[in-house]
């Protein structure tokens, strides 16, 4: 029996102006796993600590994911599964991504990686797909191959891992209310205008430029989302105060992490990473409602073995 313990990153998708497309992976958040080669043929989701999620190994994101990677792998293999969950299902910072992604990994490692880390985004996909009823990508990218991802195309997969500048630091909100993925999703409009996406893939094309060439300020520039935003914000209590609250300590941008209801501002710097975190906690304080706040830099490596 050859088993590993890994940690599962948490992960902030769409980075406000690349829906589906964009993503990073965070240091200090996420699950733990462990994942276990048996003699016996078969997925097996073993036990699962922190969370209510189906044991079924095919209602199961991490199992259906495996199950994909097996498939193609060809030959008869038995995988036990536990899952650690500290990312709650629906916050919008990667819940069914980490799993999905953290068992991919962990099984191809064990099997001595017949699978490069772009081949995996695509068996963990099948995790997401289960989960909102949508492949996408962009969670589980950045939890498998680190730092920030672009998913270039979808058909055929194309995904591209972007520079990190090392001083970029993240802060997210989790409201602690559930925001389904899928009802989340509900709310898009299918068609944008021109002017619109002229404005969004111009921002996209800035992020990558500044991401790329280290330019805090175009980042901050490019941190905007005129397609998305507008429509599912209304989902999220104290959006707007949340924002401006960011923007005013310093933060480079701020936007919904995912299909939200997490918020994430990014920074230079811890230092401002921690300002605007006291300055969103005090916004949400007001409200009433439980919160949880985390500053993370950003994880280049992904999924790591932590014993
Ligand atoms: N890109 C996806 C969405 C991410 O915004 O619906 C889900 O976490």
Request: proline share 4%; charged share 20%.
């Amino acid at each position: 029996m050859k088993s590993i313990k890994i940690f599962a990153p948490a992960t902030v998708a769409n980075l406000s102006c690349g829906f589906d497309v964009l993503g990073c992976c965070l240091d200090n958040v996420g699950d733990e796993m462990v994942i276990t080669l048996v003699s016996e043929p078969g997925v097996k989701i073993t036990k699962i600590d922190g969370a209510d999620l189906p044991k079924e190994t095919h209602k199961n994101v991490a199992g259906v994911a495996v199950e994909a990677l097996l498939e193609i792998y060809g030959k008869n293999v038995g995988v036990h599964i536990e899952i650690y969950k500290k990312i709650k299902a629906g916050s919008g910072i990667g819940s069914s991504a980490a799993s999905s992604a953290g068992a991919v990994w962990a099984v191809n490692h064990l099997l001595d990686q017949p699978f490069t880390a772009n081949e995996l985004v695509k068996f963990a996909m099948e995790g997401e797909k289960l989960a909102s009823g949508n492949a996408h990508a962009d969670n589980v990218a950045p939890a498998l191959l680190g730092g920030f991802t672009l998913v270039r195309s979808y058909n055929p997969l194309d995904v591209i891992k972007l520079h990190t500048p090392k001083d970029l630091t993240m802060t997210v909100i989790h409201p602690q209310i559930e925001v389904k993925t899928s009802d989340s999703r509900s709310v898009i409009k299918h068609d944008v205008s021109l002017k619109q996406a002229i404005q969004q893939w111009g921002n996209v094309g800035g992020l990558i430029a500044g991401l790329f060439t280290e330019d805090y300020s175009l980042i901050g520039r490019s941190l905007e989302d005129v397609i998305i935003e507008p429509l599912r914000s209304i989902l999220i209590p104290e959006f707007k105060a949340v924002k401006e609250a960011a923007l005013s300590k310093g933060a480079l941008g701020c936007g919904i992490s995912g299909s939200g209801p997490s918020i994430f501002a990014l920074s230079k710097g811890k230092e401002t990473a921690n300002l605007v975190a006291e300055a969103i906690r005090e916004v949400y304080s007001k409200t009433g409602l439980d919160f949880d706040i985390h500053v993370s830099k950003i994880n280049s490596q992904g999924v790591k073995i932590i014993t």
